[in-house]
Each structure stands twice: as structure tokens, then as C-alpha cells.
């Protein structure tokens, strides 16, 4: 059992930056495949960001088409964290950010369906 904990949310300006992180505690998360989604009002939570171990050649990385460019994962063993640095915000980008971790093979890393561990989320305001 793993337990995640987001934080890093706040209020900013479009065009700002912000560095979300999730801690992990119970268990490395070195062998994880981990994600963040992020859900706004009214929406359904969707898919921003994966990070996947693959054996003999380290993480792959997936980023939704809208974040593509803008925002980066990774993750420090070490300190069994979690992170994504999110780059020139825009108001869009409003949204409760949720921390994702599974240790389960298979499943695809953009389904929510894919994740057994979620973190309580870190809300993140964007103004324009």
C-alpha cells in the first residue's frame, strides 16, 4: 500500500509557472507507473501526464496533446516524489491536480481505470 500526497498548488497569473509535487510514503515508487490528472469543474478528470518504468531502459513519458510542450514529469527515487513542472500557464489549466501511482502491469496510462492510488489533489487557479 502506497499513500500519495499532493502539494505546490496555488494562485497565478497566465504564464506562470509551478512545480506540483506528490510524495509517496508506504513504498518506493521506483517500479511505479505513475500519473497526474486533473479535473475541473463540472468535467470529468482527465489524463495530463505519465511517467512508466520500463526494465533495462529507464521512464518513458506521456503527456496529453494539451499540456505537450508546457509541462513536464518526473520523479526522484530517492525521495520516493513525484513531480510536474507546469510552464506558461494558461487559464484552461484551472483544475484540481490529482497525484496517480500503480503497481500493477498493464493497463494504459491515460485511464484512471490504470491507477490503483490517488493522492487527495492540489488545486491550481490560473488568472488571466
Known amino acids: 500500500q502506497v499513500q500519495l500526497v499532493e502539494s505546490g498548488g496555488g494562485l497565478v497569473q497566465a504564464g506562470a509557472s509551478l512545480r506540483l509535487s506528490c510524495a509517496a510514503s508506504?513504498?518506493?515508487?521506483?517500479?511505479?507507473?505513475m500519473g497526474w490528472f486533473r479535473q475541473a469543474p463540472g468535467k470529468e478528470r482527465e489524463f495530463v501526464a505519465a511517467i512508466r518504468r520500463v526494465l533495462w531502459s529507464g521512464d518513458n513519458r506521456y503527456y496529453a496533446d494539451s499540456v505537450k510542450g508546457r509541462f513536464t514529469i518526473s520523479r526522484d527515487n530517492a525521495k520516493s516524489t513525484l513531480y510536474l513542472q507546469m510552464n506558461s500557464l494558461k487559464s484552461e489549466d484551472t483544475a484540481v491536480y490529482y497525484c496517480?501511482?500503480?503497481?500493477?502491469?498493464?493497463?494504459?496510462?491515460?485511464?484512471?481505470?490504470?491507477?490503483?492510488?490517488w493522492g487527495q489533489g492540489t488545486q491550481v487557479t490560473v488568472s488571466s
Open positions: 508506504g513504498r518506493s515508487i521506483s517500479n511505479y507507473n
Open positions: 496517480a501511482g500503480s503497481n500493477r502491469a498493464g493497463g494504459t496510462y491515460d485511464a484512471t481505470e490504470s491507477y490503483s492510488y
